[in-house]
């Protein structure tokens, strides 16, 4: 599909809430194929970026294209036929089980001819977030780190093209991480423009094609992780220093702590 | 059980349910009629000739007159009001959210007060029937609108908030309901005397064709809008995400609960707490995906004023209790019980 093969593009974004302005000035390509990582302190602008790129936010300059189209010209049925999101919000209202919750990312599929592929999807993105065993138990029974993986498997099962995902490894341990973030890779090599927004920048340096550093309200550096994430850059952002040192060609952020004894 | 098991069971149940309470609620009364007495008159009235039929006009009347449209009304009203409850509860994302307790019903009562009064003042008695039901609907869509303006932040809405403002709404309806029987004459007094606690005595068929007309209808698009109800239980953005049009579908879900509180409320008065104990227990009999629950609470919901109705007319002899007051006197308790286990899952009032 031709229309497809432009995943993100935002040109001169600029965001404003009750008359502050958020974000300026930003853009932003995710291609399909690739894993970009939105990096930046608390209160940059990250999730205000990713709710203005998924439609939830209006935004106040510039455009943001989704897959060869202007976002304002989809219906609300058609972007979430081209683009998954995954928010920081994990609370459901009713005590649906996990298989539900997970089902319900097929619903844009219903009455098309994909609907025939719910079973696979909903299967493999279980067993990708390893939340088969848990299908039959009460999504509001689980622990943080269960729902957040629960969630993430219903934006897989959603199937879209494009899939943007808020601090999906915030409440995980170790290995879901990791298994968090291989999924995404997988959604890269299957020809998905992923947009991830992470706090752990070694993470995120060793998971994406390329990381964008928000720092308020502005795009500071965007690009392959070693050209982004050096010292300096990552010590003036933060406003703390950092050693950055490579582990398998990737680079691992640590802050100077003082030697204690 | 399996969901589908449970599903099967709970339909079994339902209907034997309602079959039964039809059958007692065309037995029991002043006049003792005989279920064959009973099946005989549905036989005969469908065209098919028989034996059971009876020939005592007074029985022929009492069954079609009084009490088959009696039967009727409750099985609509109760649909009507278990949907309502239904309905509400998804857009608020809240399982205490009811027609009654948030105000709904008593702006209704209000609206249908107002009917009333200018009635007496000298409208037809057609004009005014009609009035009064759009008055009542009127009345039901102003609460609504106004419970979920103000109890609604960030696409949730906390117990408190929605709870304080029923009160608020209940309080200010309530004056308002005083103020019309203070201004009203002796006649619309005792009307709406009659609409604040609820009866289905003297349906009449006119009425029962209306409200079944609203209900169904009303039923058949909350099972059309049922699975995006479900999307809505991951929040506002997630639905959207979901190509859910979470503005077009709160609109349509306040108008529709606006809809069935109202003609519930024009014709019958206040019924309270039918919307929150059936979807309630339905919910957790099978779940809360909402195609089912819908289906189940309108059955459930008019099995449980065909009950509640039969109580009201013969638990004291000669008299007719009024049968809004019978499901507060259930409901209140449960919700109640309600509140005391959400505070304690949530180890506080958020």
Redesign the interface.
């Known amino acids: 599909m031709a229309a497809t093969a432009a995943g993100i593009v935002a040109t001169g974004v600029g965001v404003s809430l009750d008359g502050h302005r958020i974000l300026s000035d930003i853009d932003l390509v995710v291609a399909p194929g690739e894993v970009v990582a939105l990096v930046g302190p608390n209160g940059a602008g990250k999730s205000t970026l990713l709710a203005a790129i998924?439609?939830?936010v209006a935004i106040s300059e510039g455009s943001v294209d989704i897959a060869g189209r202007p976002l304002g010209s989809y219906?609300?049925?058609?972007?979430?036929?081209e683009?998954?999101?995954l928010?920081q919000?994990n609370?459901?209202?009713?005590?649906?089980?996990v298989g539900?919750?997970v089902s319900?990312?097929r619903?844009?599929w219903?009455r098309t001819d994909r609907y025939d592929e719910d079973e696979v999807a909903i299967a493999e993105a279980m067993v990708a977030m390893d939340v088969d065993q848990l299908a039959t138990r009460r999504f509001t029974s689980l622990s943080g780190g269960e729902k957040a993986r629960v969630s993430l498997a219903r934006v897989l099962a959603?199937r879209t093209p494009i899939v943007m995902l808020d601090e999906p490894t915030a409440s995980l341990d170790l290995r879901h991480q990791e298994d968090v973030m291989r999924a995404v890779r997988t959604l890269a090599s299957a020809g998905c423009a992923v947009l991830v927004v992470v706090h752990d920048l070694s993470l995120a340096a060793a998971y994406a094609d390329r990381v964008a550093i928000v720092a308020r309200g502005t795009l500071v550096a965007a690009g392959p992780p070693q050209q982004v994430l050096t010292a300096a850059q990552v010590s003036s952002v933060y406003g703390l220093p950092v050693d950055v040192t490579l582990a398998s060609g990737r680079p691992v952020v640590v802050p100077v702590r003082e030697r204690r004894l | 059980m399996s969901r589908l098991a449970r599903g099967l069971t709970l339909s079994l149940i339902l209907a034997v349910v309602v079959v039964a309470g039809i059958t007692l609620s065309s037995v029991i009364g002043q006049l003792a009629i005989s279920p064959a007495q009973v099946a005989g008159s549905l036989l005969r009235a469908v065209g098919i000739d028989n034996g059971w039929a009876p020939d005592d006009p007074i029985i022929e009347s009492t069954l079609w007159v009084v009490r088959f449209p009696r039967i009727v009304m409750g099985l609509v009203v109760g649909a009507a009001l278990a949907v309502a409850g239904a309905v509400m509860q998804a857009i608020f994302g809240n399982p205490l959210a009811e027609p009654g307790v948030v105000g709904v019903s008593s702006g209704a009562a209000l609206g249908a007060a107002l009917g009333i009064v200018l009635a007496s003042a000298g409208l037809s008695a057609f004009t005014s029937s009609w009035a009064t039901a759009g008055l009542a609907f009127a009345g039901g869509l102003g609460a609504t609108l106004l419970v979920y303006a103000v109890s609604r932040s960030n696409g949730r809405t906390e117990v408190v908030t929605l709870l304080l403002t029923g009160i608020a709404i209940n309080a200010f309806a309530g004056a308002g309901l005083a103020f019309l029987l203070f201004a009203g004459s002796a006649a619309s007094r005792e009307q709406i005397v009659f609409w604040q606690l609820g009866s289905l005595n003297g349906s009449r068929w006119q009425e029962v064709a209306i409200v079944a007309v609203v209900s169904v209808a009303g039923l058949v698009v909350a099972l059309v809008i049922a699975g995006r109800l479900n999307l809505l239980a991951l929040g506002e953005r997630s639905a959207r995400h979901l190509g859910v049009n979470v503005e077009a579908l709160r609109i349509g879900s306040i108008i529709l609960v606006a809809l069935l509180t109202g003609v519930a409320v024009a014709f019958c008065g206040i019924i309270a707490f039918v919307g929150l104990v059936v979807p309630h227990i339905i919910r957790m009999a099978i779940g809360p995906s909402h195609r089912p629950l819908i289906l189940a609470s309108a059955i459930g919901g008019g099995a449980l004023l065909v009950y509640a109705d039969l109580l009201a007319r013969t638990v004291v002899a000669g008299a007719d209790l009024p049968i809004g007051m019978l499901t507060s006197l259930i409901g209140g308790p449960f919700f109640f019980f309600l509140l005391y286990r959400q505070r304690k899952r949530s180890g506080g009032w958020a």
């Not at chain 1, 219906?75 to 036929?81: T, V």
């Not at chain 1, 609370?91 to 089980?97: H, I, V």
């Open positions: 998924s439609g939830d219906s609300h049925l058609a972007l979430a036929r683009r998954a999101v928010t919000d609370q459901l209202s009713f005590p649906f089980t539900q919750v319900m990312g619903s844009p219903a959603q």
